[in-house]
């Protein structure tokens, strides 16, 4: 069976985009450990799927290089975006065309995270991330909350919040704050994400039994209030130039620690992500790019 697929990239987090409006793709966990593979198969972080929704415009699903599914990619719904504007909308004659060529600058995606409703402007997409949840038991992470976030939404009493909680990595205590952006996150502050030896520890932190369901990952360096540089280890891919919910996850964190305000630069490996969360009704707004590299076919 040939199998068309789209080559993509969000600041070098990179992807192999399938439409599979008509689910003809079974098996897709090993369908995504092959083709993510860069030495037998296309190459990727993740295998992103394009699906058919009861609830919003469109639905995607999320599979990591090692065949596991996850809840959300802030970095993979941008180029879901710009795949769904230039490749179906745009070029489908079909009902989908139809129904959405009045607002081809705004989509409704659904995820295992919830539903992110994107705008695109240029070759920029700004995505509404939702709201971050701090429950540990929502994260989740085995940890009982340390004290209380000072503000939600509206003037709302904050929820409580797991700030720089000691955990031990080898043999020494390394201080994380626990944000969930639709997945998990374990975000550390240090003095230089430059010299974080993120292949050996970001594993044991993503493994950590404290981690129910796994743990994404963040170093983060504060270079001022409205900057912050970071590196990334995501669950289930490894280290990756770019994260668009890591990102989220650690401006919120930054802000929670009175590091910076609630707008800041995120500079990655793979470029910058501009995110701002709102005060006025608690929403995380990330905004970056989304490219397309080469598309083709597959015999599996």
């Known amino acids: 069976m040939e199998l068309k697929f789209t080559k993509m990239h969000a600041l070098g987090n990179d992807f192999v985009v399938i439409d599979n409006r008509d689910g003809g793709v079974k098996r897709i966990a090993r369908l995504a450990q092959r083709l993510c593979n860069r030495r037998f198969g296309i190459g990727a972080d993740q295998l992103l799927l394009l699906c058919h929704s009861k609830k919003a415009d469109f639905r995607m699903r999320i599979f990591n290089a090692d065949g596991s599914e996850v809840e959300m990619c802030g ?136 981690f129910p369901k796994r743990t994404n990952v963040e170093f983060i360096q504060v270079l001022d209030r409205e900057t912050i540089k970071m590196r990334v280890w995501e669950r289930g891919a490894g280290e990756t130039m770019a994260c668009g919910t890591g990102a989220s996850a650690a401006a919120v964190a930054a802000s929670l620690l009175g590091l910076t305000g609630r707008k800041v630069k995120v500079l990655l490996p793979g470029g910058r992500l501009l995110i701002s969360w709102s005060e006025k009704d608690n929403h995380v707004l990330m905004t970056g790019p989304a490219e397309k590299v080469f598309k083709g076919t597959i015999e599996i």
């Open 75 to 210: 970095n993979g719904i941008r180029c879901l975006a710009r795949y769904i504007m230039d490749d179906i909308l745009l070029c489908d004659e079909s009902s989908y065309a139809k129904k959405y060529c009045q607002t081809l600058d705004i989509l409704s995606v659904e995820t295992l995270g919830g539903i992110k409703e994107i705008r695109s402007a240029g070759n920029l997409f700004r995505v509404d991330m939702g709201e971050p949840v701090l429950e540990p038991d929502r994260i989740p992470v085995l940890i009982k909350a340390q004290g209380k976030h000072k503000r939600d939404a509206m003037g709302t009493p904050g929820s409580g919040v797991i700030i720089n909680y000691p955990l031990s990595v080898h043999n020494k205590k390394i201080r994380v704050t626990c944000v969930s952006m639709g997945n998990p996150h374990a975000v550390i502050v240090t003095e230089d994400v430059n010299a974080v030896d993120l292949v050996r520890t970001g594993p044991l932190i993503e493994n950590n039994p404290l």
